[in-house]
Structures are given as structure tokens and as C-alpha cells.
């Protein structure tokens, strides 16, 4: 794959996952899910200091070649100057004012360890054209772009083909191996709330799993992209955290995730895209886009979403592992059925 049909599927699923594009998720959108931002980020970024007059930033801009860097002092992230600021400053003649006049003070961030979805997820909502990286105490430790992602990218796809090549594991027999009247795997994760660290791991070890037992590239994107959705809700979203169960058989996977709380009070409200009520400390730090269910959505062939409040909720989701031809796709939630 070319580097610019990379930048073309990365602005494809920035946009979100299409009902279109659903039957055919790449690699490349997988990848948006299992690399971690810190995987593709500049590390080390040139960095300035509020008291740098316009003159320096400009000088610095040209030498590295960079259109952006993060404000620091002392080693914390007190703001961000970008190229479209010293345009700004051009225009005015002030190149020699301190450059504190024109940054940005109030900076949006992604954290290292985050998966890279939700870098383009930041992108897409903010419309800016660099983020901070910062780890898990906040310190400042590299910058991200669009164009870092797509490298990033091409280099992971060059690390699978090596891969491929060198070794596949796949227990591709394992259910025609077991007489039963039902043959059954169940997968079962716990997950607890706000532990952005571990977000995405559940979701990795289930297509990973799904792989090894036969189940095809595609439907196992599918379906680690609708874990890793229900996952991230569960951290951002529930009290006490929840379970991910998992049940394999020879026809389907069905996905549930379950916890005791909050709930959601409008469903339909909450499977709007861009509709969040993720609390801002959330937000700031990159996740709670609004996406989420809708994702879930566009990958699943059936879901069902119950919810009380103040009770919890309990997210169904099932995949066909060999789904007929124009197979209708089901979605329900509390308030009713409706036919994708």
C-alpha cells in the first residue's frame, strides 16, 4: 500500500466507520486500533518557552521544518504555537513580541499509551493539525500528526508481511475436532473503570483469539473493533467497571458486555454520532468522542442495547462467522427494532 491510499483510509475512518465501508474493514483500519499512539509519535519534539520572541519560533520552524511545538516550562505543557500563529504574527509585524501573545494556552492532548483511534478521533473532533503527547503523570513526551500515523502505518504493514512470512498460527480445526450436540468457547474479561492504560486489551486478546481458532481476517476486525468500543465504554462510562463475555461457536460470536451502573436514560439520544457524556477530564484526555456505539453498530450483524438507570446496562452484539448473502443486519435497543 501506497502512502497515499494509507492517508486516504486513515481520513476514511477519522470520518468514523460507514455502513458502506463496514463489510470491508482493512488492515489498515485494524491497525488504527492495536498501534498505541506512542508507536508512531515524534518523540523528543522541538519544544519553546513562552518568552521566545515570534523571530525564534519562525527561525525554528524553518530549520527543523516543523509547523508546530509544544510551550514549556520546567518540563510542563503550558501551550502550544503553530504555524497559523506566526502567520498571524507576520501579518502584524510583531515577530519581535514574546511568543506567549499568540499560543495556545489551552492545549488538547492524547495520552502515550492511548490506541491510535483515538488520536484520529481528537483530529477529527478538533480539527487541529498536531497533538501532545503526554504520559500517564501528564509530562510532555512527543507530538503526533496525521502524517506520523501514516508512517507508522506503512511500517506495520511492512512488519506483517515479514511476519506472515515467517510464521501462522491458526488452530483452524479446532470445533471439527469436538463431537457435540453445541461446541462452545467462552472468553471472559473484567474491566475496570478509568484504566486508560489497559484500554484496548481485552478487544486485542479477542481478535487474537478469534485468528487463532479460524475465524476470517475480516470478521475478527469486525468484531475486535466492536470490543474495543464496548470496552472503552465500560472505562469512561460505568461506575464500578463491567465484563466483557465473549461466546464462540461454529456459527457466531456473540459479545456482551455487562455493568451495574450508571445506565443510559435516552438510548436513541446516546446512539447519535457525536453525542457524549463523557465528563471533560475524559474528553481532554482524547477519549469520549460520541463514537462509540455508533461503531459498534456498523460492525455487528444483530445488537441490542438495554439500559436502566441507576441499574446498569447490558450491550448484546452478535457477528455471523459465514453470513448468507444479502443477510438482513438487526438492531435493538430498548425503545425497539430497526433494520439496517
Do not use: W
Not at 13 to 27: A, K, M, P, S
Not at 179 to 191: A, G
Not at 229 to 255: C, K
Request: net charge negative; glycine share 10%; hydrophobic share 40%.
Amino acid at each position: 500500500m501506497t502512502e497515499g491510499r494509507a492517508g486516504e483510509t486513515l481520513l476514511q475512518v477519522e470520518r468514523g466507520i460507514t455502513d458502506e465501508t463496514v463489510g470491508h474493514i482493512t488492515r489498515v483500519e485494524e491497525l488504527f486500533y492495536e498501534l498505541r499512539i506512542e508507536d508512531t509519535m515524534t518523540r523528543d519534539p522541538k519544544v519553546v518557552t513562552p518568552d521566545v520572541p515570534m523571530r525564534a519560533v519562525l527561525e525554528l520552524f524553518r530549520q527543523a521544518r516543523i509547523s508546530g511545538a509544544p510551550v514549556v516550562v520546567q518540563g510542563e505543557l503550558v501551550g502550544i504555537i503553530s504555524i497559523e500563529d506566526l502567520i498571524r504574527a507576520l501579518v502584524k509585524g510583531d515577530l519581535d513580541v514574546p511568543l506567549k501573545e499568540y499560543m495556545t494556552s489551552k492545549v488538547i492532548t492524547v495520552q502515550a499509551q492511548s490506541p491510535v483511534i483515538e488520536a484520529l478521533k481528537t483530529f477529527a473532533q478538533t480539527r487541529v493539525g498536531r497533538l501532545p503527547v503526554v504520559d500517564e503523570n501528564g509530562r510532555l513526551v512527543g507530538i503526533i500528526t496525521k502524517g506520523d500515523i501514516t508512517r507508522g502505518v506503512l511500517k506495520a504493514l511492512q512488519r506483517d508481511i515479514q511476519l506472515e512470512e515467517l510464521k501462522r498460527y491458526r488452530a483452524s480445526h479446532l470445533f471439527e475436532d469436538i463431537v457435540s450436540d453445541r461446541t462452545s468457547l467462552v472468553l471472559r474479561y473484567y474491566i475496570k473503570p478509568r484504566d486508560f492504560t489497559h484500554g484496548g486489551q481485552a478487544s486485542h486478546h479477542i481478535k487474537r483469539a478469534l485468528l487463532r481458532l479460524g475465524a476470517s481476517p475480516q470478521v475478527a476486525r469486525r468484531c475486535g473493533i466492536a470490543a474495543y468500543e464496548a470496552e472503552m465504554n465500560l472505562i469512561i462510562h460505568t461506575t464500578n467497571g463491567g465484563v466483557i463475555r465473549v461466546g464462540i461457536e461454529p456459527s457466531d460470536i456473540l459479545i456482551e458486555t455487562f455493568d451495574d451502573g450508571p445506565g443510559i436514560p435516552d438510548i436513541q439520544l446516546a446512539m447519535t454520532p457525536g453525542y457524549s457524556t463523557a465528563p471533560e477530564e475524559v474528553r481532554e484526555m482524547g477519549f469520549g468522542a460520541g463514537m462509540g456505539l455508533k461503531n459498534i453498530e456498523r460492525c455487528a450483524d444483530s445488537m441490542q442495547l438495554e439500559s436502566i438507570p441507576g441499574k446498569g446496562t447490558h450491550l448484546t452484539v452478535r457477528i455471523y462467522l459465514h453470513p448468507q448473502d444479502g443477510q438482513v443486519r438487526e438492531h435493538k435497543s430498548e425503545g425497539g427494532t430497526r433494520i439496517a
